[in-house]
T-cell receptor, first 112, second 114 residues
């Protein structure tokens, strides 16, 4: 069974640009969560999608958004990038109402 | 407020020595408990989980953890560490009544001395 796939793995952007990250969950998993990981802040929950609906949301500004498609694939978008958005963005999928997360390898974003 | 505390930011142990990583939580409901490991440049991998039943749970890579309700703890242990265990370890807690949304500890970085 294929794991969680995140693309791209690495990307470099400049301040003010926007970025879209993609996540393909494990087949059969309908819940997708996104996390931001930085050395200073650790793992920060961004949002969770289940059946194309945002079910939970963390404490991030509106520049961070996401969506989920009917095939459970998910994208997150960050607009008007700031230097502080440099981070590893992790996607995780799960079966509904289980709580056990399966993580991808992450997309490492560098904002210059 | 719900919280998870991993009191040790870094831990250094010699290869072959035993290991215990601490995790304490503050949670009103009956918790589901997890330990994840993250190797450098990688995503997180589930080591073990506790949902109910036997409070001593076995995981992958020779790890085990014990749920102690009276101490609100879920410490991770390994009798003999290997150099490949060098990684960052995260404790997480969730519950059914919070939509299984996990609360994460800050992580403990394990350094192995040769």
């Amino acid at each position: 069974k294929a794991g969680v796939t995140q693309t791209p793995r690495y990307l470099i952007k400049t301040r003010g640009q926007q970025v879209t990250l993609s996540c393909s969950p494990i087949s059969g998993h309908r819940s997708v969560s996104w996390y931001q990981q930085t050395p200073g802040q650790g793992l920060q929950f961004l949002f969770e999608y289940f059946s194309e609906t945002q079910r939970n949301k963390g404490n991030f500004p509106g520049r961070f958004s996401g969506r989920q498609f009917s095939n459970s694939r998910s994208e997150m978008n960050v607009s008007t990038l700031e230097l502080g958005d440099s981070a590893l963005y992790l996607c995780a999928s799960s079966l509904p109402d289980i709580g056990e997360l399966f993580f991808g390898e992450g997309s490492r974003l560098t904002v210059l | 407020a719900q919280s998870v505390t991993q009191p040790d930011i870094h831990i250094t142990v010699s290869e072959g020595a035993s290991l215990e990583l601490r995790c304490n939580y503050s949670y009103g409901a009956t918790p589901y408990l997890f330990w994840y490991v993250q190797s450098p440049g990688q995503g997180l991998q589930l080591l073990l989980k506790y949902f109910s039943g036997d409070t001593l749970v076995q995981g992958i890579k020779g790890f085990e953890a014990e749920f102690k309700r009276s101490q609100s703890s879920f410490n991770l242990r390994k009798p003999s560490v290997h150099w490949s265990d060098a990684a960052e370890y995260f404790c997480a807690v969730g519950a059914q009544d919070s939509n299984y949304q996990l609360i994460w500890g800050a992580g403990t970085k394990l350094i192995i001395k040769p």
